[in-house]
């Protein structure tokens, strides 16, 4: 219903009207009036404290799509957020059938015991025997518990290998890269800048690094996420955690590239989009709460977010601070992948395995 009731103050031709939400202001004569307030522009007609109020232009609504924000330092009011983790199952059960014979030696030779540990026992006999033993027992450690893998790579596979290298120098080359932990939904938009969804995130480093006790021939970009690193070698990706490995072909390999609207908090990155800006306490039509001091406007930004996943298991996602980030490594990984498939296909093989 548009009808209610409520009193004013007047001044010379104007009325202030106060209530929780704020201050407003209207004129004109008896019957009719218009006015502004922190619901927006509105005409009054009525009379004898009876009104009825239409909206003569609503300010900015919340956008119906997705946005996000990070809950640190929000005050949630008792708001009670069902956050869900963005996690993978046992690395252990994330493998193909390309894989198993070489999981099967890379997860046997990591949960080898180190005989290293023990030249502490002789260190405290003597310190030249212990400091060699311990030197010498570290070779043999690496010697027992390491996996070679080499390729054999021509001039074809090169260029297309240089391909897939320049397309994850793209996502090192953001300004801000993290990984997305967990994420709940809330309809608690007025506390949450308008988001509806509501995200934990870490930053993360991406680079190149070889797993421990892999030796290998290639450069091997890695991506951690978590207590889990991604290492993403010529033809298979190796899921490592702790002392247990797993292991999936790029066929076998899901990415899915999307833009998603991010309401930051923080500082905002160099190279990152501002599309549409916020307040930290909004009322319902997308203003900010002035029930609120120190209500500060938040930008909107355009992040990508890249989600990696398999049948068995692989779940974990990665926000990058450049939009479209990611697409070329989908499509080189693509690339890789069906090349891989076409040399086996006609009996040549890519590694020395």
Same mark, same amino acid.
């Given at each position: 219903?548009?009808?209610?009731?409520?009193?004013?103050?007047?001044?010379?031709?104007?009325?202030?009207?106060?209530?929780? &939400?704020?201050?407003?202001?209207?004129?004109?004569?008896?019957?009719?009036?218009?006015?502004?307030?922190?619901?927006?522009?509105?005409?009054?007609?009525?009379?004898?404290?009876?009104?009825?109020?239409?909206?003569?232009?609503?300010?900015?609504?919340?956008?119906?799509?997705?946005?996000?924000?990070?809950?640190?330092?929000?005050?949630?009011?008792?708001?009670? $957020?069902?956050?869900?983790?963005?996690?993978? &199952?046992?690395?252990?059960?994330?493998?193909?059938?390309?894989?198993?014979?070489?999981?099967?030696?890379?997860?046997?030779?990591?949960?080898?015991?180190?005989?290293?540990?023990?030249?502490?026992?002789?260190?405290?006999?003597?310190?030249?025997?212990?400091?060699?033993?311990?030197?010498?027992?570290?070779?043999?450690?690496?010697?027992?518990?390491?996996?070679? $893998?080499?390729?054999?790579?021509?001039?074809?596979?090169?260029?297309?290998?240089? @391909?897939?290298?320049?397309?994850?120098?793209?996502?090192?080359?953001?300004? /801000?890269?993290?990984?997305?932990?967990?994420?709940?939904?809330?309809?608690?938009?007025?506390?949450?800048?308008?988001?509806?969804?509501?995200?934990?995130?870490?930053?993360?480093?991406?680079?190149?690094?070889?797993?421990?006790?892999?030796?290998?021939?290639?450069?091997?970009?890695?991506?951690?996420?978590?207590?889990?690193?991604?290492?993403?070698?010529?033809?298979?990706?190796?899921?490592?955690?702790?002392?247990?490995?797993?292991?999936?072909?790029?066929?076998?390999?899901?990415?899915?590239?999307?833009? /998603?609207?991010?309401?930051?908090?923080?500082?905002?990155?160099?190279?990152?989009?501002?599309?549409?800006?916020?307040?930290?306490?909004?009322?319902?039509?997308?203003?900010?709460?002035?029930?609120?001091?120190?209500?500060?406007?938040?930008?909107?930004?355009?992040?990508?977010?890249?989600?990696?996943?398999?049948?068995?298991?692989?779940?974990?996602?990665?926000?990058? @601070?450049?939009?479209?980030?990611?697409?070329?490594?989908?499509?080189?990984? @693509?690339?890789?992948?069906?090349?891989?498939?076409?040399?086996?296909?006609?009996?040549?093989?890519?590694?020395?395995?």
């Amino acid at each position: 219903m548009g009808f209610y009731f409520r009193k004013t103050i007047k001044f010379g031709g104007l009325r202030f009207n106060i209530s929780k &939400s704020g201050i407003g202001v209207s004129t004109g004569v008896k019957g009719f009036r218009i006015g502004t307030g922190p619901r927006g522009n509105y005409v009054h007609i009525g009379t004898h404290g009876l009104y009825y109020r239409a909206s003569l232009g609503s300010r900015k609504k919340r956008q119906g799509n997705i946005s996000h924000v990070t809950p640190d330092n929000l005050r949630t009011n008792g708001t009670d $957020l069902d956050f869900v983790n963005i996690e993978s &199952s046992d690395v252990t059960f994330i493998k193909d059938s390309s894989s198993a014979e070489l999981l099967e030696e890379i997860n046997k030779k990591l949960k080898k015991v180190s005989f290293w540990p023990f030249s502490v026992i002789f260190l405290l006999i003597n310190l030249f025997a212990g400091l060699a033993a311990a030197i010498i027992l570290y070779l043999i450690d690496r010697k027992r518990k390491t996996t070679v $893998l080499l390729y054999n790579i021509d001039e074809i596979m090169e260029a297309k290998l240089q @391909s897939f290298y320049d397309a994850f120098d793209e996502l090192k080359s953001c300004r /801000a890269k993290w990984h997305l932990q967990a994420e709940a939904v809330t309809k608690d938009y007025k506390h949450f800048a308008g988001a509806n969804r509501i995200i934990r995130r870490k930053p993360v480093n991406i680079s190149d690094n070889c797993p421990k006790y892999m030796k290998t021939n290639v450069k091997v970009p890695c991506i951690p996420v978590g207590k889990q690193k991604l290492y993403f070698f010529p033809d298979r990706i190796f899921i490592y955690h702790g002392n247990k490995a797993g292991s999936l072909s790029y066929s076998n390999l899901k990415i899915q590239q999307q833009n /998603a609207r991010f309401i930051e908090k923080g500082s905002v990155p160099k190279d990152g989009t501002i599309v549409d800006y916020t307040w930290e306490y909004i009322n319902k039509q997308g203003g900010p709460d002035k029930r609120f001091s120190n209500n500060r406007q938040l930008p909107v930004l355009l992040y990508s977010e890249l989600r990696f996943s398999s049948d068995n298991g692989l779940n974990e996602c990665i926000q990058l @601070s450049r939009q479209n980030a990611g697409l070329r490594l989908i499509k080189e990984l @693509s690339n890789l992948s069906n090349s891989i498939y076409s040399r086996e296909a006609t009996g040549i093989n890519n590694n020395g395995l």
